[in-house]
């Protein structure tokens, strides 16, 4: 079942008057694409940047802070950098997925 995005009544029908309703959800999926493909970039950039300070992928640095041996793993500094090169590469798999998944629907239609 496909989300709702509001758009202001007056806007919409100035639209799809000038451009027709096919074509108004063809430019916002292409908005919402180029959307996620903005964001990806950006945490790849950011991903890479935490690669490059400990050595290591997010996997491998997991597995040594699960098994104790990161130093001063409680330390502001590397305890921030842990959560929030989680969060990045959890948002970019979720990121991806969709991607992926509305790609299969294009190409399915």
């Not at 008057?17 to 950011?46: C, M, P, R, W």
Request: charged letters at 30%; zero cysteines.
């Amino acid at each position: 079942m496909p989300n709702v995005i509001e758009i202001d009544k007056n806007l919409y029908n100035a639209l799809v008057e000038s451009f027709g309703q096919d074509a108004i959800k063809e430019k916002i999926n292409t908005f919402l694409v180029s959307a996620i493909e903005t964001q990806l970039e950006k945490y790849t950039g950011e991903i890479l940047k935490f690669e490059k300070k400990y050595g290591t992928s997010f996997i491998e640095f997991e597995k040594l802070w699960d098994e104790g041996k990161i130093e001063n793993k409680h330390s502001y500094e590397i305890e921030s950098d842990f959560m929030d090169w989680e969060m990045m590469v959890m948002e970019k798999k979720d990121l991806l997925i969709a991607l992926s998944n509305q790609h299969f629907r294009e190409t399915a239609a």
